[in-house]
């Protein structure tokens, strides 16, 4: 079955450090995987996604992720944490199953800034 | 992209009682999905409504507990039966834009459920 790991349910950065969130994928097929970024009180939204072709992928806000399929990882990350970055964030994989397909998640991590 | 807009926003209900959540897409979708994310908890998929059938729930999430119902191409709605407090969560509606090599899932602002 597929399934997507994250490790670390909490990163702590200063403003201006490097960001890295760790994403792990089980997957037997070629796996589409995905970052989302949730804000206190609110929705989802998409960061980025790897589908198929570039490994490195680039996405809103600064972030990027890179597919290592070796690795088996799909990490995030961004070069300088900025305070707004502060949310949870959510690694998936798309999975098919009897209805068609549909996005399973990571328990997610917590990213926090300080000054 | 898409549009998803649910009502309500918030509800606060009593123990069994039901609430019927509403989701609005801004344009036509095959599969919507359901999820739930209970507090401080990751997202959980109750189940997918593809137009013209019936929904297709995951385990641990039956048709009497959470009924589903898509009559067109924008719209469904999830009702919430016989409430406990266990049921206190925010539940999100999303749908899925499929195309060569775009395959997304957006969401919806979710609704966000406590009861008494």
């Known amino acids: 079955a597929q399934s997507v790991t994250q490790l670390g349910s909490h990163v702590s950065v200063s403003e201006g450090a490097l960001v890295l969130l760790r994403c792990n994928y089980s997957?037997?097929?070629?796996?589409?995987l995905f970052w989302y970024v949730q804000y206190p009180n609110q929705g989802l939204q998409l960061l980025l996604k790897y589908t198929t072709g570039a490994t490195l992928v680039k996405g809103i806000n600064g972030f990027e992720a890179e597919f290592k399929k070796s690795e088996t990882s799909f990490h995030l990350t961004k070069p300088s944490a900025h305070m707004s970055d502060a949310a949870e964030y959510f690694c998936a994989v798309m999975v098919t199953h009897q209805a068609g397909t549909a996005l399973i998640f990571g328990k997610g991590t917590t990213l926090s800034v300080s000054s | 992209s898409a549009v998803i807009s649910q009502k309500p926003s918030r509800d606060i209900c009593q123990r069994g009682t039901s609430l019927t959540i509403q989701c609005q897409v801004d344009?036509?979708?095959?599969?919507m999905f359901w999820y739930r994310q209970q507090p401080g908890q990751s997202l959980t998929l109750i189940a997918t409504?593809?137009?013209?059938?019936?929904?297709?729930?995951e385990s641990g999430f039956v048709i009497d507990k959470f009924p589903i119902s898509r009559p067109n191409l924008t719209f469904s709605t999830l009702t919430v039966s016989n409430m406990s407090p266990e049921d206190s969560s925010i539940y999100l509606c999303?749908?899925?834009?499929?195309?060569?090599?775009?395959?997304?899932?957006?969401f919806g602002p979710g609704t966000r459920l406590t009861v008494l």
């Open positions: 999303s749908v899925r834009r499929a195309g060569k090599s775009t395959d997304t899932q957006y």
């Open positions: 344009s036509q979708v095959t599969m």
């Open positions: 409504a593809n137009q013209g059938s019936e929904a297709t729930y």
């Open positions: 997957s037997s097929v070629p796996p589409y």
